[in-house]
């Protein structure tokens, strides 16, 4: 275990990259300077979808520099936590030959996929957004803090 004001080493794990684990580590990131979260995708996107970076704005958090990254080139570090936010990615989740001291999964729906208007669309990434904040919010409070 860490012992108190040391940092937190985080890796949020998704398929694409591109929106859930981009959010996650958006919102973890904004709780604690402690915490250096990372994210990755099993098959990482082209680029972060546009959508998770304007839902992301309007909560304050700018994700819009981000770039969807390959899980392999995280695989020999260390890691306090190794959380997958889609069921694919904790299915596939590659070994990791580095140190994980906890392996979560909380899993989402991909907002990407979802069909009709633009209204439809972005009411429903608001959703996700909305519950990975507060996922992940809960899962900082009952148990991340507690470790710093």
């Known amino acids: 275990m860490l012992t108190k004001s ?9 398929t694409g990259n591109s929106c859930r684990s981009q959010m996650a580590q958006g919102f973890l990131q904004s709780f604690d300077k402690r915490l250096q979260v990372f994210s990755a995708g099993t098959q990482p996107a082209r680029k972060v979808n546009q959508m998770a970076v304007d839902v992301m704005k309007k909560a304050g958090i700018d994700i819009s520099h981000n770039r969807p990254e390959n899980v392999d080139r995280y695989l020999a570090e260390e890691w306090d936590y190794v959380i997958t936010v889609c069921d694919q990615a904790n299915e596939m989740c590659p070994v990791f030959t580095g140190k994980v001291r906890n392996r979560l999964h909380m899993g989402f729906e991909d907002p990407s ?9 972005i009411n429903e990434f608001y959703r996700i957004r909305n519950d990975i904040r507060d996922e992940f919010y809960s899962l900082y409070e009952t148990e991340i803090i507690k470790k710093l």
Do not use: A, D, Q, R
Request: net charge positive; charged share 30%.
């Open 6 to 14: 040391k940092y937190m080493k985080i890796l949020i794990l998704c």
């Open 113 to 121: 996929e979802t069909k009709g208007n633009y209204t439809e669309v």
